[in-house]
C-alpha cells in the first residue's frame, strides 16, 4: 500500500508564499509522475502542475506559470510546490498526486491540503 500525504497549506494574503510538501511512502513503489491539482468550492478540480520523476521536467497550468514551482527530494519522493505570488483565485484545497505506472494515470492522491488567500 502506498500512502500520499500533503502539508504546508495555510492561510496568506494576497502576494505572500507558502510551500506545499507531498510525501510518498509505502513498500515496493517506483514513482513515475507526481503531481499538484485543487478544488475551489463549487468548481471542478483542475491541474495544476506535474513532474516527470525521471527525466524531472515539470508542467503548469497557464494560471500558475511563472509563480508556482515545482522541486523534488528524489531520495524521499518528495514534491514540492512553492507558490508565490499568490491571489485569492489560488483558494483552493490542494490534492497531491502520484503515478507509480510507467503509463496511464495517477493511481494514488492524498486527503488534501487548504490553501486559503485573503485579498
Known amino acids: 500500500q502506498v500512502q500520499v500525504v500533503e502539508s504546508g497549506g495555510g492561510l496568506v494574503r494576497t502576494g505572500g508564499s507558502l510551500r506545499l510538501s507531498c510525501g510518498a511512502s509505502?513498500?515496493?513503489?517506483?514513482?513515475?509522475?507526481m503531481g499538484w491539482s485543487r478544488q475551489s468550492p463549487g468548481k471542478e478540480r483542475e491541474f495544476v502542475a506535474s513532474?516527470?520523476?525521471?527525466?524531472?521536467?515539470?508542467t503548469y497550468a497557464d494560471s500558475v506559470k511563472g509563480r508556482f514551482t515545482l522541486s523534488k527530494d528524489h531520495a524521499r519522493n518528495t514534491l514540492f510546490l512553492q507558490m508565490n505570488n499568490l491571489n485569492p483565485d489560488a483558494t483552493a484545497v490542494y490534492y497531491c498526486?502520484?503515478?507509480?505506472?510507467?503509463?496511464?494515470?495517477?493511481?494514488?492522491w492524498g486527503q488534501g491540503t487548504q490553501v486559503t488567500v485573503s485579498s
Open positions: 498526486e502520484l503515478r507509480t505506472s510507467p503509463v496511464g494515470s495517477y493511481n494514488y
Open positions: 513532474l516527470d520523476w525521471r527525466t524531472e521536467i515539470p
Open positions: 509505502g513498500r515496493s513503489f517506483y514513482v513515475y509522475k
